[in-house]
């Protein structure tokens, strides 16, 4: 609902101040078009002033705003809670209030994750946690936050001129596929895991980067995309630039293979579960097997990543520490640096 204050119209925390030839069709489409200035009210107080062009059909279609290098990026009404929009137009007031168009309400979906089209990169580093986004956010250029919803939160900047992103997964494979199936639609062509893991070998230590060109499929959601015996492996393109980021940067890591599980206490707890007998067997197996590390989401995402056509690859930290994981994003970050140099490489 917009209300009127003044010459401009409120919807929410934003100001809208129309200007120039306003036009509205009294046929049935319900089609209308105007240009003006939108203000952004800031969480510190301050207004931020967008310039915009709306252009509707029965429902908002697009906005623009320029982005300082002359070029104009959509922005969709429903991209986040913040622009005040409810994703459909219920009702636009004119001046003097005598003109009113209604239209019938339409849904329009931006999926779990809440991130609208045009907001997300090719190139998407996943996170499971939401805290870890904005930290990874601040070593891109222009970073922004588009969305925040359950346990999904992202952010997307630049790298080299090229649009990027980071995006929570959550923890777990079911909030992973969704992920991966959403960033897809959304036009994602690069997808990196970036998180911590469980060390399973003695030679290991708590600083060591583990670059993940396979898993074991010791989880149920991905058997939901594809059987368990076709094998969960990375992209090759994505897991050697990010062998290459980790020499280059001088950090300690090792490339094999993780264990991808649903229970996240059962090997830590064996004592405590019912198939206690079977987890120490299997804990076994893995290890013996040279296994190098426990997570809970890489064989969903390369499993999910070539069902929807994208590359993904995989690289975590051994231990949780603030030094290794800065280590970690670090080398993911110059992993797309890598395949940027390489696309635009192969394009000249």
């Known amino acids: 609902m ?26 049935d489409t319900g089609a209308f078009s105007f240009t003006g200035e939108l203000f952004e009210v800031r969480e510190s107080g301050k207004l931020q002033r967008i310039r915009y062009t709306v252009l509707g059909q ?7 705003r320029n982005n300082g ?28 209030g005598n ?4 239209s019938r309400e339409q ?13 997300i990169g090719r190139y998407v580093l996943l996170p499971g ?34 649009m990027v992103s980071a995006v929570s997964t959550g923890m777990g494979g079911p909030s992973t596929a969704i992920t991966v199936q959403e960033l897809a639609h959304l036009g994602a062509q690069v997808l990196i895991r970036v998180g911590t893991s469980g060390a399973m070998q003695k030679f290991m230590e708590a600083t060591d980067l583990v670059i993940t060109w396979g898993a074991v499929r010791d989880e149920y959601t991905s058997q939901q995309f594809l059987p368990l015996s076709y094998p969960a492996v990375a992209d090759l393109d ?11 940067l001088g950090y300690r890591h090792h490339i094999g293979i993780s264990q991808s599980k649903d229970a996240f206490y059962a090997e830590h707890q064996p004592d405590r579960m019912p198939v206690k007998h079977k987890l120490e067997q299997n804990w ?9 590390c426990s997570e809970m989401e890489a064989a969903v995402l390369f499993i999910t990543a070539p069902v929807f056509g994208v590359k993904a690859g995989g690289i975590m930290v051994a231990g949780p520490s603030k030094q290794s994981l800065q280590n970690l994003l670090k080398t993911a970050v110059r992993a797309i640096e890598i395949l940027i140099e390489q696309e635009k490489g192969g394009a000249s």
């Open 2 to 27: 917009f209300a009127k204050t003044g010459t401009n119209y409120q919807c929410g925390y934003c100001l809208f101040r129309p200007f120039g030839t306003i036009t509205i069709s009294p046929r």
């Open 58 to 64: 029965r429902i908002f279609q697009a906005f623009y």
């Open 69 to 96: 290098h002359g070029k104009q990026r959509v922005i969709d009404p429903g991209t986040a809670s913040r622009w005040a929009f409810q994703a459909q137009l219920l009702e636009l007031k004119m001046f003097g």
């Open 99 to 102: 003109m009113v168009k209604k």
């Open 107 to 119: 849904h329009v979906s931006h999926g779990l994750l809440g991130c609208a089209p045009g907001t």
């Open 129 to 162: 946690d939401p805290d870890r986004v904005p930290l990874i956010a601040e070593l891109f250029e222009e970073a922004r936050e588009v969305s925040r919803t359950r346990e999904f939160s992202a952010y997307t900047g630049t790298l080299q001129g090229e």
């Open 238 to 248: 994505v897991t050697l630039a990010l062998a290459t980021a980790a020499a280059e």
């Open 284 to 292: 076994f197996a893995w290890r013996k097997g040279g296994v190098l």
